[in-house]
């Protein structure tokens, strides 16, 4: 079946640092994919779709500036938190859409700013 | 936009029947997904309702009613592994996957 492959599988980083979370599709191309944050004890928020080749689509009160999303090939894309701060600290997943329907979710990146 | 509306959390005993339900409101309905999510790690597929009615897949069933804007996830004979979080999320005409918050199963012996 189709996997997601997502790392690091967690971070630890320094206040006012940038962190940089891969996501790639394994045996499937992906010219979408999307990427969720999950605080503890809540459910999956959508931060943005990336799309290959042009410029990724913010929902409402996410940061573009603050949250880069690079889709440069058709398996693989980025997020960058930059100068990270204690409350970015969460559980960041992404997800790419299966050409039939499903949705593949990689195994999320838990980051901790300190 | 949606509305998409869970109970936050539920206990039930090992080898007992739960049903979670699933209430939504949108503007643009493509289909209905359960997913299975344990702490810390991602969400896991269990079922994908798009036209009403009843799926069943081993002890997980799902029902869809568009009309009313509901949908229940039905877990049968069920095991302690079985705790965890379950989400119902709303595939939307723009092709997104929305989540509502949650439900979490506690499974007792």
């Known amino acids: 079946g189709a996997v997601v492959s997502q790392h690091p599988s967690w971070v630890i980083c320094k206040s006012g640092t940038s962190v940089k979370i891969e996501c790639r599709s394994l045996d499937f191309q992906a010219t979408t994919m999307f990427w969720y944050r999950q605080f503890p004890k809540q459910s999956l928020m959508l931060m943005a779709t990336?799309?290959?080749?042009?410029?990724?689509?913010?929902e409402q009160g996410v940061e573009k500036d603050k949250f880069l999303i690079n889709h440069a090939s058709l398996t693989l894309s980025t997020l960058t938190v930059t100068s990270a701060h204690p409350e970015d600290s969460s559980f960041y997943i992404c997800s790419a859409r299966q050409p039939n329907y499903g949705y593949t979710f990689g195994s999320g990146t838990r980051l901790t700013v300190v | 936009g949606q509305n998409i509306d869970q109970p936050t959390e539920m206990t039930a005993t090992e080898g007992a029947i739960v049903q979670i339900n699933c209430t939504y409101q949108?503007?643009?309905?493509?289909?209905l997904f359960w997913y299975q999510q344990h702490a810390g790690e991602a969400p896991t597929f269990l079922s994908y309702?798009?036209?009403?009615g009843l799926e069943e897949k081993g002890r997980f069933s799902s029902f869809l009613s568009r009309s009313k804007g509901y949908s229940y996830l039905l877990l049968k004979e069920l095991q302690m592994k079985d705790s965890a979080s379950y989400l119902c999320a709303l595939y939307n005409q723009g092709g997104k996957l929305i989540f509502g918050q949650g439900t979490e199963l506690s499974v007792k012996p």
């Open positions: 949108t503007s643009g309905f493509n289909g």
């Open positions: 990336s799309n290959e080749g042009s410029k990724a689509t913010y």
């Open positions: 309702n798009v036209l009403d």
